[in-house]
């Protein structure tokens, strides 16, 4: 039986991924985007460029980053996408909560977030490159995992399954401590970074000592073209978008560990079998633990 393809990412993830690296022209020309994506699918080049204040050249410029061929595929995906019952574009972006919302609302808002943020992680994902992270933790002498506030507790999480599957690995949230862990790497070793916006300079600078000393370095970011995924080797990419009062929040965490779950699984399905035992003694190791009726 062929595997069922996940749909592309949407439009959407792909412009939030991107707004760090923008320039100021078409950061305007992608909240114009975001802001009413119906009515820029209805509009000309020209009329687009005017109502942001910029060139037809810089609109241009914009779809390509995107990996858009042209205005024309803009338009088409904008129309395709916003045309769809999708709680990507319903209420603005789907990301506001405002102080007179009731807590149904609020739920209905975070629902949404999330269950995109994990759609457009999973679509988005290079899942070569998840194979290239696994098979380097899999064969790793020595496994360091860098993070710091929300995403140190993702880090440990990683850390502990995969310990149970008898793939011992450190996490490091003190910079001073993660410096000095990254200066003793070296080949045959890896370096995990973890954060959402790729510019937290306490992941940034042990993952890039790390590859400076021959390890390999994998990312984990919400930004493709953020520093953190410009130093490391492999780079996986989740897709969450920030709620109202809620920056880095949930969502970025949630898209992580689907990410950071599915390279643990992946690494223990390289030694199916030695994981699985390993993972049965640690069970039985804590079974007496465990209240029973």
Known sequence: MSAVESPPPSLEARIHGLLPVLSPAQARIAAEVLRDPAAV?????????????TSLPSVTRFCLALGLSGYAELRLTLA???????????????????????????LRTLLRTD?????????????????????????????????????????????LRLHRIGRA????????????????????????????????LEVLEPLTRSGRQGATTVAVTNYPRSPL????????VTSARDVTLRTG?????????????ALYLGVAQRDYALAEQAFDATADAVAAHRRHP
Do not use: K
Request: net charge negative; with cysteine; aromatic share 2%.
């Open 80 to 106: 395709a996408e916003s045309g769809r019952t999708s709680p990507s574009w319903e209420r603005g972006t789907g990301s506001e909560v405002g102080p007179d919302d009731s807590l149904d609302d609020v």
């Open 169 to 200: 690995a450190s996490t490091w949230s003190d910079v001073h401590t993660a410096l000095a862990s990254s200066a003793l790497l070296g080949a045959g070793d890896v370096a995990v970074g973890i954060s959402h916006s790729g510019e937290t």
């Open 249 to 261: 929040g949930l969502s970025g965490r949630h898209a992580q560990m689907l990410v950071l779950d």
């Open 41 to 53: 699918a209805s509009s000309t080049i020209g009329q687009l460029a005017e109502r942001c204040g």
């Open 115 to 159: 269950t995109r943020a994990l759609e457009d992680t999973v679509a988005g994902l290079d899942v070569g490159a998840l194979g290239r992270a696994a098979a380097a933790i899999s064969d790793a002498r020595r496994i360091d995992l860098y993070a710091v506030a929300g995403s140190a507790a993702v880090a440990e999480d990683l850390r």
């Open 229 to 236: 995924a410009e130093v490391a080797d492999i780079v996986l």
